[in-house]
């Protein structure tokens, strides 16, 4: 369980830090204001850094995290995450989609926060937290459910794949390899871009 400390001096994030540790914290709050409002110390640099390494989780997961969607109006993934940030992307995703019910699995447990914002946790795999709550839930009669967001992806990026402007090392930095989730279009993409340069080598 995190302990919030006050005065964070723009440190917000670094509770949520794999890495934190509230004796570093406390350190840094009993060290010189001035020093650390300008990161001075190693001790307020190191908690600075913690900060932003979190911030940079949550940005890259809202971006790469793909929901699928279930026939009852569920939006549902399995995260990954290296710091605790589930429940900022449980609530951007609630902001962003509140007509839907929104599950996401994380170590295990799946965190579900339903269309008036209230969140249960479920010590499920999201699978069966979703048949779970269709089991009370009516079925959406949506036409355009057969259009799944697998098949909209692999339309997107075969409409933009330019053979001859293949760039292996950009894609590397938007999309990082950690976050192509298995069966993806990203992975299917950076895979077959591999496949192609392990064929001709370095004349691509």
């Not at 830090?17 to 110390?41: I, W």
């Not at 951007?92 to 994380?106: N, V």
């Not at 959406?140 to 760039?167: G, H, V």
Request: glycine share 4%; proline share 2%; with cysteine.
């Amino acid at each position: 369980m995190r302990v919030r400390v006050r005065r964070n001096f723009g440190f917000g994030l670094a509770e949520r830090h794999a890495d934190y540790n509230l004796m570093l914290h406390r350190k840094v709050l009993s060290q010189d204001r001035r020093l650390v409002e300008n990161y001075a110390t190693a001790e307020s640099m190191r908690l600075y850094n913690m900060h932003h390494a979190v911030m940079r989780c949550l940005q890259a997961n809202k971006g790469f995290i793909r929901l699928k969607t279930s026939t009852h109006g569920i939006l549902y993934a399995k995260v990954e995450t290296e710091h605790d940030v589930v429940d900022l992307l449980l609530r951007h995703f609630h902001r962003r989609y509140p007509t839907f019910h929104i599950a996401l699995e994380y170590r295990g447990r799946t965190y579900v926060a339903d269309r008036g914002g209230d969140v249960r946790v479920h010590n499920l795999c999201v699978e069966e937290a979703v048949k779970s709550l269709e089991a009370s839930m009516p079925e959406n009669k949506n036409p355009t459910d057969n259009i799944t967001p697998e098949k909209l992806w692999c339309e997107y990026y075969a409409s933009q794949l330019i053979s001859q402007r293949r760039n292996l090392k950009l894609m590397g930095r938007m999309m990082p390899v950690k976050y192509r989730v298995r069966g993806s279009a990203e992975a299917a993409a950076a895979e077959y871009s591999r496949k192609l340069t392990e064929y001709f080598g370095n004349n691509l």
